[in-house]
């Protein structure tokens, strides 16, 4: 008796030590399409205690708008609780590792995949109280809602099957009913479209199953994978996701963090909308890969409290066969320069990218030759260039620098985006014979040309009350304009624009407003190589979008001032928005404050031999790095 109560003792122990150190991709199935995960949740949790974001999230300013914010919500909670017999402290975090993966399944029936999903949390020593706590709920909606459940077996554990619900069949469409179905557009197909109907893929799921194994707790949409889960965290063998090569290269190229994300490309089709879906696809796709490259696998990973920022993030792409179509012409590498003059001494957000764009009608012709149905020839006796022949035309002088630029000058209306042309009057003739900007008029200016969009043209912004006019449009820096000339094309802010032109071609720029922190935030970038780099004042740009989004709604509460039926309802609009607290709390908010917590970020881009990594670093404020 007493030799099987200690074998049922290590047993019960090894299982818990097993599920502590499992992390989601041992237990995701093999055919997994998106996994997230966090390594240990109690560590990622004292790693950011020790950064400002831990202080921004205690600090009173945030209690407070967190407390407006759920201010209806929480008596309804603590009530809920104490019904239950509950304390709100016993409701803790997964004290281990934390996941959830989305694979798909083959419904043998029909002959077609469908979704999985698999979520999985280790409590560790919190582990009886969740238990205990979702009994207890369980046991309520039993009770008062009817929410049935079944109690089954897996892998030697008790597990809940929980029943979905199934949805009425629609009625059958008779012949007066026929204009109202759902085509999908033209040669389309009827009910979804290119690639089917996307609800469709859910409609296979019938059940939901739940589980507790040790302090590890498993929410799944398929048994058998569910088994094999239980199974793994037992010390069985089993194929899983971390067992893929194209998910150990992705992870292999962004490294250890605290949270990590992969999407894998190869099984993705499988998720797109039954068999019609899946058949477009595997039309579609090889287009795809022919244009934007032969992508395996996405990742990242983000450390929090890392060697050299507060947060640092690494992403991939992975390209085991190397780099080909659109993503090939992301390919010259070039040393980090320093700031070009038009971005303003007052910049608050700055990001370059080299682009070949002289490949790009190349790529678009080959692509053509080999799917003859796409348009991109001119016909047979049609006078006039084909689609090729205009990229060739367009493409021809532009690149491959490209700056996309924000300052506090400008504002956050939109940025002004500079792309360099090596031949500003082929571009400039072209584009007027071909009156690609037939709704500008040209002027000239001191360092060229400038092509001003009316506002008519840009269209509004249709549904937005206050944005129709011209002038909340000219008030808000939303007046766009393209320039010709300093050896750049220029789009963006007409102001910004002019202002590009002034400068000359050689003029060298260099950021004042916070230069320290330029240089700070730069120095981990280091001289490069990189196919792009940029740098952002995060909180002047919050600040900046902050001050937007208040001069667009004091424009739609004008215009509904305009539009409403006298004094009493425009008081009831404003008595509505005054009582809802998530907008009570964003205009109470003092977002200048953020400084105190956030410091600049950066990033960087270079290329590998199977594909592209990027990494990111977001800093702390200077006195709180300095410490």
């Known amino acids: 008796m007493m030799n099987s109560a200690l074998c049922l003792a290590a047993a019960s122990l090894a299982a818990l030590s097993a599920s502590a150190q499992t992390p989601i991709e041992r237990l995701a199935p093999r055919n997994s399409v998106f996994v997230l995960g966090v390594k240990n949740v109690q560590e990622s949790r004292e790693h950011l205690k020790a950064t400002s974001l831990w202080s921004l999230i205690k600090s009173e300013m945030v209690t407070q708008m967190w407390a407006d914010a759920m201010a209806d919500v929480e008596p309804k909670l603590d009530e809920a609780l104490a019904e239950l017999g509950v304390e709100r402290d016993a409701i803790t975090c997964p004290n281990g590792a934390l996941g959830a993966a989305l694979f798909w399944v083959r419904d043998e029936e029909i002959g077609a995949p469908y979704p999985g999903l698999i979520v999985y949390a280790d409590w560790g020593e919190g582990a009886d109280e969740i238990s205990s706590l979702i009994e207890k709920l369980l046991a309520r909606a039993e009770e008062e809602q009817g929410f049935s459940h079944e109690l089954i077996e897996v892998a030697g554990r008790s597990a809940y099957r929980f029943d979905l619900p199934e949805e009425e069949a629609p009625e059958e469409a008779g012949e007066e009913d026929f204009d109202d179905i759902d085509m999908g557009g033209p040669g389309m197909g009827m009910g979804g479209g290119m690639f089917g109907d996307p609800a469709a893929v859910l409609e296979n799921i019938d059940a939901v199953y739940y589980l507790r194994s040790g302090s590890a707790f498993l929410l799944c949409t398929d048994l058998s994978s569910l088994t094999d889960a239980v199974e793994l965290l037992d010390g069985e063998e089993h194929v899983a996701l971390a067992d893929r090569e194209d998910f150990q290269g992705v992870m292999k190229q962004v490294g250890s963090g605290d949270l990590y994300a992969a999407w894998l490309t190869k099984d993705a089709t499988q998720l797109l909308g039954g068999p019609q879906g899946i058949g477009m696809a595997a039309m579609f796709m090889p287009l795809l890969k022919q244009f934007v490259g032969d992508i395996h696998a996405f990742g990242s990973a ?15 792409v992975y390209m085991p066969n190397g780099r080909s179509g659109l993503t090939a012409l992301l390919d010259a590498q070039t040393p980090r320069t320093g700031l070009p003059a038009f971005a303003g001494s007052d910049v608050i957000n700055y990001n370059t990218l080299n682009f070949e764009f002289k490949g790009l009608p190349i790529l678009v012709q080959q692509i053509g030759q080999m799917f003859p149905m796409l348009p991109l020839q001119a016909p047979p006796g049609q006078e006039g260039p084909s689609p090729v022949d205009m990229m060739k035309e367009v493409c021809g002088p532009l690149g491959p620098q490209i700056h996309i630029v924000q300052s506090a000058t400008t504002g956050p209306a939109q940025p002004l985006i500079a792309i360099q042309c090596t031949d500003p009057e082929r571009f400039e003739a072209f584009l007027t014979q071909s009156q690609l900007i037939p709704a500008m008029e040209g002027k000239d200016t001191e360092g060229g040309r400038i092509y001003t969009l009316p506002l008519d043209a840009l269209g509004g912004m249709p549904g937005l009350p206050g944005m129709e006019a011209a002038p909340a449009d000219e008030e808000l820096g939303m007046e766009t304009s393209l320039g010709i000339g300093s050896e750049f094309m220029f789009f ?79 008081a009831e609009i404003e008595q509505a928005l005054e009582d809802n607290p998530v907008l009570a709390a964003f205009r109470q908010f003092d977002w200048s404050s953020l400084r105190e917590y956030l410091g600049p970020s950066v990033w960087e881009a270079h290329t590998t031999e199977q594909g592209f990594i990027i990494n990111s670093y977001s800093l702390a404020p200077a006195a709180r790095g300095a410490e």
């Open 302 to 316: 983000t450390r929090i409290d890392g060697a050299k920022a507060m947060i640092e993030k690494t992403t991939a």
């Open 492 to 570: 963006g802010p007409t102001a910004a624009v002019e202002n590009a032109l002034a400068l000359p071609a050689d003029a060298k720029g260099a950021p004042t407003t916070d230069a320290g922190a330029w240089q700070r935030a730069t120095e981990l970038l280091g001289d490069g190589p990189f196919i792009g780099w940029g740098y952002t004042d995060v909180v002047s740009l919050i600040e900046g979008q902050m001050e937007l989004q208040k001069q667009v709604m004091d424009r739609a509460m004008e215009q509904l001032a305009a539009d409403a039926e006298g004094e009493e309802e425009m």
